[in-house]
C-alpha cells in the first residue's frame, strides 16, 4: 500500500470562526506548516488569507511541504497569482458551492468553461489541479473534463463528507464507498470530514489507500472532543495510521505519487 498523504489545513474553522485559533499572517502559515511537516503532513492547504505570492515565499523558506493553494470559491483572476508564483497546487471545486457555516453562507456557480480555464492554466504554468467532490454530480463534471482530454493523471481529487449547505453528503462509512466506487479509474483520493464521524471516514480511507485531510479548517477536534491545532490533528492522525500498518508519505513521495513538479528550487 502506498503510503498515507496528510492533507493539512491550519485554517478558519467554519464552525466556530471566533473559537478556533489558526495562523494568519505568511510567517505565521510557515511556522505552522513546519510543525505540521514534522507532525507527518505532507501537504499543506492553505488560504494565505489572500497574501498568495508571500505565503508561499514564506513556507518554502522555512520547509519542503508540498503547498495547495485553496479558496476555491474565489474566481479565477482573484487567484492569478497562484499560476504566476508556480504554486504546486491548486484547489478546484467541481460543482457550484452550496454551503452554510456558523456566520456565513457560500453560494457561487461554476459552470463547466471555468473548470475547462482552471484545466488549461494548470497544464500552461505546471500547476497540479486539486478536485473537491462533494457528490456524484461532481464526479460527472471530472469525467466531462477527462473526456475532453483536459486533465493528465492521477487526478488528484478530494471527497467531502458532512459539510453543511445544499452540498451535503452524509458523512458515513457507506457513503465513503458508493462515491469512491463511482470514482473514475486513475484517480488519487483524499476524504474531507467535517464532524466527530470523521475518525470512522479516515480510518477506512487508511485502509483503503486513500489519503486524508485533517485540520483547523475541517473538524477542529480531537479524539478527546478538545480544540487542538492543526499539527496536533495531524500528529494524531499519523499514530492512527501507524498503528495500522501505514507508513506516511513525506512530500517528495507525495510529489511522485500525485505527479507533483517540484514547485522551487
Not at 210 to 216: L, N, S
Request: glycine content about 6%; overall charge negative; proline content about 7%.
Amino acid at each position: 500500500m502506498e503510503p498515507l498523504v496528510i492533507i493539512a489545513t491550519p485554517n478558519i474553522c467554519w464552525l466556530n470562526p471566533h473559537e478556533v485559533d489558526y495562523p494568519k499572517t505568511p510567517e505565521a502559515i510557515a511556522d505552522e506548516a513546519l510543525l505540521c511537516r514534522q507532525a507527518g503532513a505532507s501537504v499543506l492547504h492553505t488560504h494565505a488569507e489572500m497574501l498568495w505570492k508571500e505565503t508561499i515565499a514564506a513556507v518554502q523558506a522555512k520547509t519542503d511541504i508540498v503547498i495547495q493553494l485553496g479558496m476555491s470559491s474565489l474566481p479565477i483572476p482573484d487567484r492569478d497569482e497562484v499560476y504566476q508564483q508556480h504554486g504546486e497546487m491548486i484547489s478546484i471545486i467541481l460543482n457550484h458551492h452550496d454551503e452554510a457555516f456558523a456566520e456565513t453562507e457560500c453560494l457561487v456557480l461554476h459552470p463547466r468553461q471555468e473548470l475547462e480555464q482552471y484545466a488549461l492554466l494548470c497544464r500552461q504554468y505546471g500547476v497540479a489541479p486539486e478536485f473537491e467532490v462533494w457528490h456524484t454530480g461532481s464526479i460527472w463534471n471530472l469525467n466531462y473534463l477527462i473526456n475532453k482530454g483536459l486533465l493528465d493523471k492521477p487526478y488528484i481529487t478530494t471527497l467531502f463528507f458532512g459539510w453543511p449547505g445544499g452540498t451535503w453528503s452524509p458523512p458515513t462509512i457507506e457513503e465513503y464507498l458508493y462515491r469512491r466506487k463511482m470514482m473514475p479509474e486513475g484517480c488519487a483520493i483524499n476524504v474531507s470530514i467535517m464532524g466527530r464521524e470523521q475518525i470512522d471516514i479516515a480510518t477506512a480511507a487508511i485502509l483503503m489507500g486513500d489519503h486524508v485531510r485533517v485540520g483547523t479548517e475541517d473538524y477542529p477536534y480531537n479524539r478527546n472532543g478538545e480544540l487542538a491545532s492543526c499539527h496536533e490533528l495531524v500528529a494524531e492522525l499519523a499514530e492512527t495510521a501507524r498503528s495500522l500498518g501505514r507508513p506516511i508519505a513525506t512530500p517528495d513521495q507525495a510529489r511522485k505519487m500525485l505527479n507533483i513538479p517540484r514547485g522551487w528550487k
